[in-house]
Structures are given as C-alpha cells and as structure tokens.
C-alpha cells in the first residue's frame, strides 16, 4: 500500500509555506526529530562497513585525504551544494539549514558512540535497518515542510533548468558522488546497493506511518 504513495501528506503539524521562517513548535521539533533520525541512520550504515550511502561514500574519500571527519566533510559537502543554488536560482527554507547543520552532527555522534558490529551478519542487518531508518527521518522531515535538503534542492533546480527528467538528474548527481568518493577512498559495497534500491520503499514507508499516525 505504502509503494503506492505519491504525494508528501499534510498533517496537523506540517508547515502550509515551506519558507516559514517562524513555524510551530511542533513542527519544528519533528523536523529536527526527522533529520535527527536521518543522521543516525546515515552513521549506521557508515558503521556496517558494507558500504555508504552515495553522498557518504564522499565524504568519507574527502575524510580519508583530509584531517576532516565523516561529519564535517558532509557539512561542507552540503553547504558547497547549497552554494551551488545560486546559479539555478533556488530558495533555501529553515529545513534546508537545519538539515546541513543536524545531519552532519548526527553522523558524528554515532560514529563516536557505537561500535561496528563484528558479525558478518550483523554488518549486513545494520546495513538494511540504517536505510529503513534514513527513510523513517526523510519522511518525518518531508512532511514537516520546511524546505529542501541541499541535494533534494539541486536534484529540482537542475531539472527545471535543463528540463531532462529528475530520475536522470538526480542518478546523475549520485553516481557523481559515488565514483568521486570511490576514487577518494571511500567505501562502496552491497550497503550501497542496499540504499540505492531501498531508500525509494523506505521513504515511502515514512511517508505512510507519519499520515497514519497523526491523519
């Protein structure tokens, strides 16, 4: 049911403009709580070692050839994005900051304070439960409202400047990221693939228990 999903539902603590400057307390909370979810699972699935997430896998290159970590490489990965909106004339909402600054904390943290699990097996569960847990945090900050991700925001400008379709666009950008980090070092495997052909289902099952929960 949750596959058939098209639209970004709208619930009561969803923002009516997504360049509220001043939203809700409970909006707020739930993007932050959304995109807090989000990290984690990104840090998750760097922890597995069965492979990153495509912007991940970058940022792990710049960190392998940089004094940088994994979390700030991403925060300057995603302000160098947004930089990048300039020229295709895109907005940035609070979503937009909050998802720069929460994010690439988040992957931090989890690095600091959990260990890689031993067992081949464990490896490849964290693997699909990190992607089930970007996806839970996608949908919680989607439907907050609030502005783009950096990414999401490049993925739209793009295809309104060249008109290709945004499936094109956006596998452009992430295979993009993908051979960049690869060539830098970072670690591209089956926990690739994973999130490649999971995060799609995964989103949408977000999507689907938030309007469950709270419609």
């Known amino acids: 049911m949750f596959l058939k999903i098209k639209n970004i ?9 997504s360049f509220n400057f001043k939203p809700k307390l409970s909006t707020s909370f739930f993007l932050i709580f959304g995109l807090a979810i989000f990290g984690l699972g990104e840090g998750l699935l760097i922890l597995s070692t069965t492979g990153n997430s495509p912007w991940s896998v970058l940022a792990e290159g710049i960190s392998n050839t940089t ?10 990965i995603s302000v160098s ?6 020229f295709i004339k895109q907005k940035p909402g609070l979503g937009t900051i909050f998802n720069i600054i929460i994010i690439a904390g988040m992957i931090d943290i989890t690095l600091n304070f959990f260990d890689a699990p031993s067992s081949v097996w464990m490896k490849y569960f964290l693997a699909i439960f990190s992607v089930l847990l970007v996806g839970l945090g996608s949908g919680i900050y989607l439907v907050a409202n609030l502005g783009p991700g ?23 950008l992430e295979i993009s990221a993908v051979l960049a980090g690869w060539y830098l070092g970072g670690t591209v495997g089956a926990g690739t693939l994973i999130f490649a052909f999971g995060i799609g289902p995964s989103v949408a099952l977000g999507l689907f228990l938030v309007n469950r929960l709270f419609n």
């Open 81 to 86: 994005v947004l930089f990048l909106w300039i």
């Open 67 to 76: 004094s940088l970590s994994i979390g700030t490489a991403t925060f300057f």
């Open 9 to 17: 539902p709208i619930v009561s603590w969803s923002s009516v403009n």
């Open 150 to 172: 950096p990414r999401d925001g490049l993925m739209t400008g793009l295809t309104k400047l060249t008109n290709l379709p945004i499936a094109l666009v956006r596998a452009f």
